[in-house]
């Protein structure tokens, strides 16, 4: 990328797609943020409105996405992330995932620009395979409740590796796993910032089933770095990018409250349908290809993401 250019980010409203913003714009590339605001939150990139390479546009990409002028790379971070919230919207969900990825993919192929797939590692669905490469296909329930956003991005994969087939379009996926930071938001229902929210405020931490499923959770800087080298490569096949440090949520649960400086206490209540038993990323992919691994480790992240907690809290 060089100063000259200009990127298209959906979803730019939202919690990771509000920090690339951050990144472009600081590095002097123009950024058109998409983004309909259904969870994104325009407090997100507020800050940045009145830089001249930032531009703001409202709408809805499951309807349609236009964009004046010419654009270099598209990236397409828009979906909802959170149980909470594609639990909430599943149509949205999945509308955004496929006519979503249909439009985005169409406007990058109209300006001849590049295209990142922002997927999940809920592609991976409940693993059979410990821990998850990039080669491995999955286990995940279609008609699950979860399915509406683990099939979207599945759908949107696939849509994407048929534009570059079809098309000749340059693509790239990457495959995100848990990552935590500024602006996550208190409602988001996953498990850190639910734990970050509880300990400072005194409540106990709500943990599911015995709390020996486990996760990997990475630093939102860590990420974006990920992305952007990824966007810059010739990797076509997906990515992993997550931090490779797995924890059982019932000790993720007791370090957050730890940190926080708050009394450990725990409820325990039933598992969600589907809860994946267990997630780390292979990151093999992500460091010889792209030389990119994570800096931060969990309790730094942790430490870094409770004090902005604090000035919301």
């Known amino acids: 990328m060089t100063i000259t250019e200009r990127v298209v980010i959906t979803g730019g409203a939202g919690f990771l797609g509000s920090h690339l913003c951050d990144r472009f714009v600081d590095e002097g590339v123009e950024v058109a943020c998409v983004d309909n605001l259904l969870t994104g939150r325009r407090r997100n990139v507020e800050h940045i409105f009145n830089n001249t390479a930032f531009q703001f546009i409202e709408t809805d ?6 964009v004046d002028g010419p654009v270099s790379a598209v990236l397409h971070f828009a979906s909802p992330a959170s149980p909470t919230d594609y639990l909430r ?8 995932g496929a006519l979503g990825t249909h439009n985005a993919l169409g406007l990058a192929k109209a300006k001849r620009a590049r295209f990142l797939l922002a997927s999940t590692s809920e592609a991976y669905g409940d693993p059979l395979e410990h821990p998850q490469s990039e080669d491995y296909w999955g286990n995940v329930n279609p008609i699950g409740p979860r399915g509406v956003y683990d099939e979207a991005k599945r759908f949107a994969e696939a849509m994407t590796m048929a534009y570059h087939r079809a098309h000749g379009l340059e693509t790239r996926i990457a495959r995100i796993f848990n990552t935590i930071g500024p602006r996550m938001r208190l409602d988001d229902g996953r498990a850190v910032p639910m734990f970050i929210t509880q300990a400072l405020r005194g409540q106990p931490s709500t ?11 990475g630093y939102v800087s860590d990420l974006l770095e990920g992305v952007v080298r990824l966007l810059r490569s010739r990797v076509i096949e997906p990515v992993n990018l997550g931090n490779p440090e797995e924890v059982r949520i019932i000790d ?3 370090m957050i409250t730890r940190l926080a400086g708050s009394d450990f206490g725990v409820t ?3 598992r969600p349908e589907d809860d994946p038993s267990v997630r780390r990323p292979d990151i093999t992919r992500a460091r010889t290809l792209l030389g990119w691994e994570p800096e ?3 309790e730094e992240a942790l430490e870094r993401t409770i004090a902005w907690f604090r000035t919301i809290v």
Request: net charge positive.
């Open 61 to 66: 990409i499951t309807k349609d996405i236009s």
């Open 89 to 96: 919207f599943p149509i949205q969900t999945l509308k955004v």
């Open 207 to 217: 943990v599911h089933g015995d709390g020996s499923q486990t996760r990997s959770v």
């Open 252 to 254: 993720l649960a007791k």
């Open 268 to 270: 325990f209540v039933e």
């Open 296 to 298: 931060v480790g969990l």
